[in-house]
């Protein structure tokens, strides 16, 4: 299973517990895209811009308090080191039920530090391992600038009024797990259509687009027909 599934996966479950806990009392609706727009080589999204917003102000401008944890999966006999993560998720953010989830761009240190650590670890059916952040480090973690941006939809977005707005992808790939992608890469943008649910954004640096996001998708692709 791909990086983009398990966590996307995770966070539903975690979309759907806020959801029910923290409900909005007051109205709050999406704005149009989510404000997402072009400024110069980098995109914006709620005016959050990737490696210059720090944790800090996105949680000031999100006005609300994120779970912040790492994810990494098991590793398995003679198997590398898995990647680690450390994301921010915000849940219900809008009247739509959207949630947001901030990759932090935390050095390898900070990540093995919290790694072993293991505050409150948590390992899924599916070999996810995700990790607790002590509170201890919360002040140094909401310095850290955002790396990638993903939205997880709460309604179905209006496919036709997003192409008027940004165009017809450059791009249309199937993963061959029923997900479709359009693939945006002046806007680093990668908008997953799955089976049956609503859109996924991924957002990154557009200089960054090929790297994150292009080539590893390419490869799973690649590695399913080899299966």
């Given at each position: 299973?791909?990086?983009?599934?398990?966590?996307?996966?995770?966070?539903?479950?975690?979309?759907?517990?806020?959801?029910?806990?923290?409900?909005?009392?007051?109205?709050?609706?999406?704005?149009?895209?989510?404000?997402?727009?072009?400024?110069?080589e980098q995109t914006s999204l709620l005016g959050l811009e990737i490696g210059k917003?720090?944790?800090?102000?996105?949680?000031?401008?999100?006005?609300?308090?994120?779970?912040?944890?790492?994810?990494?999966?098991?590793?398995?006999?003679?198997?590398?080191?898995?990647?680690?993560?450390?994301?921010?998720?915000?849940?219900?953010?809008?009247?739509?039920?959207?949630?947001?989830?901030?990759?932090?761009?935390?050095?390898?240190?900070?990540?093995?530090?919290?790694?072993?650590?293991?505050?409150?670890?948590?390992?899924?059916?599916?070999?996810?391992?995700?990790?607790?952040?002590?509170?201890?480090?919360?002040?140094?973690?909401?310095?850290?600038?955002?790396?990638?941006?993903?939205?997880?939809?709460?309604?179905?977005?209006?496919?036709?009024?997003?192409?008027?707005?940004?165009?017809?992808?450059?791009?249309?790939?199937?993963?061959?797990?029923?997900?479709?992608?359009?693939?945006?890469?002046?806007?680093?943008?990668?908008?997953?259509?799955?089976?049956?649910?609503?859109?996924?954004?991924?957002?990154?640096?557009?200089?960054?687009?090929?790297?994150?996001?292009?080539?590893?998708?390419?490869?799973?692709?690649?590695?399913?027909?080899?299966?």
């Amino acid at each position: 299973m791909s990086t983009w599934v398990y966590r996307i996966v995770l966070a539903l479950i975690l979309a759907v517990v806020f959801y029910w806990l923290y409900p909005n009392a007051e109205a709050n609706p999406r704005p149009e895209m989510w404000n997402l727009e072009q400024r110069g080589e980098q995109t914006s999204l709620l005016g959050l811009e990737i490696g210059k917003t720090s944790l800090h102000d996105a949680m000031q401008t999100l006005k609300l308090v994120p779970d912040i944890a790492l994810f990494t999966k098991q590793r398995g006999r003679n198997e590398a080191e898995q990647p680690k993560h450390l994301e921010a998720f915000f849940g219900d953010l809008f009247d739509q039920g959207d949630s947001i989830i901030l990759g932090i761009a935390a050095d390898e240190s900070l990540l093995e530090h919290i790694k072993k650590d293991a505050y409150k670890p948590e390992i899924f059916p599916n070999g996810v391992i995700r990790v607790g952040v002590q509170e201890s480090l919360y002040e140094h973690v909401e310095t850290l600038p955002i790396s990638n941006i993903t939205v997880l939809a709460g309604q179905q977005i209006d496919v036709e009024a997003f192409q008027k707005k940004f165009g017809k992808p450059e791009q249309l790939l199937n993963d061959g797990q029923g997900n479709a992608h359009f693939l945006y890469p002046k806007l680093g943008l990668d908008m997953i259509q799955p089976a049956g649910g609503e859109q996924i954004l991924q957002l990154v640096s557009p200089a960054m687009f090929d790297k994150k996001l292009r080539q590893p998708l390419l490869q799973s692709i690649a590695d399913k027909n080899k299966g």
